[in-house]
C-alpha cells in the first residue's frame, strides 16, 4: 500500500496505529472493498479484532509475507481457534510421521529432504525409510535444518540454504517445518 511505513514482524494493530492519516483512511477504504466483495459470496467478514462471533463472521488477518507484519496475529487467531474450538480433537502421537514437500541434491549439503513434521521427533543421527521411485530408501538424518525464526519457507530472502539464513538442531518436535540432509541412501 502506498505510503505504508513497514515494521517487521509486527502486530497488524500495533502497524497500522503507526501510519499517517491517509494510509489508515486507504486501508478502511480496501477493508471495505474487501468485506463488500465476501457479502456478495454471501459470507460475512469482518476485521479479526472486530470479530465476536467467530461461528458466523469469516475473520479477516491483513498480514504482508514480505514484512511479517501480521502474522503474529494470524499466529494468535489460529490458536486461539484451535484451543476454543478443536480442544477435544487435539492429541499427541509419538510415532514419527513427516510429510515429504521435496527432494533434491544442493552442493555442499548433498541430498536434502524438505518436510513437515507433524507428530513425533526427529533427531539427528535417526534412521528412516523414505518412499522412493523404486521401492523404500533407507538413510540416516545427518543434519536437521530450519529457516530462522519469523521467515516464510517459499520467499528466498538471499538462499535459504546459505549458512546465514539456516538454523542447525539436534532435535526437532512436531509441527517443524525443516530441512534435513541425509547420508548415502541405499534402496532395499
Not at 48 to 56: L, S, T, V, W
Not at 62 to 76: K, L, Q, R
Not at 145 to 166: A, N
Request: positive net charge.
Amino acid at each position: 500500500m502506498y505510503g505504508w511505513e513497514a515494521i517487521p514482524n509486527n502486530g497488524f494493530r500495533d502497524s497500522l496505529a503507526k501510519q499517517n492519516s491517509s494510509v489508515r483512511k486507504e486501508f478502511e477504504k480496501r477493508t471495505q472493498d474487501t468485506i463488500l466483495a465476501f457479502a456478495e459470496q454471501g459470507l460475512n467478514a469482518v476485521l479479526y479484532y472486530d470479530n465476536k462471533n467467530m461461528g458466523r463472521n469469516v475473520s479477516l488477518v491483513p498480514t504482508s509475507a514480505i514484512t511479517g507484519e501480521g502474522v503474529p496475529d494470524m499466529i494468535m487467531l489460529l490458536v486461539n481457534l484451535t484451543q476454543q474450538r478443536m480442544s477435544d480433537s487435539l492429541m499427541y502421537l509419538s510415532e514419527l510421521e513427516c510429510t515429504v514437500l521435496e527432494v533434491k541434491v544442493i552442493e555442499g549439503l548433498g541430498t536434502t529432504i524438505d518436510v513437515v513434521l507433524s507428530n513425533g521427533i526427529l533427531r539427528e543421527g535417526d534412521r528412516i525409510v523414505v518412499c522412493g521411485l523404486n521401492g523404500p530408501i533407507v538413510t540416516q538424518v545427518r543434519a536437521l535444518l530450519t529457516p530462522q525464526p519469523l521467515r516464510e519457507m517459499r520467499i528466498k530472502v538471499g538462499s535459504w540454504y546459505g549458512s546465514v539464513t539456516q538454523v542447525s538442531h539436534k532435535t526437532l518436535f512436531v509441527t517443524s517445518p525443516l530441512m534435513f540432509t541425509t547420508k548415502k541412501s541405499k534402496p532395499h
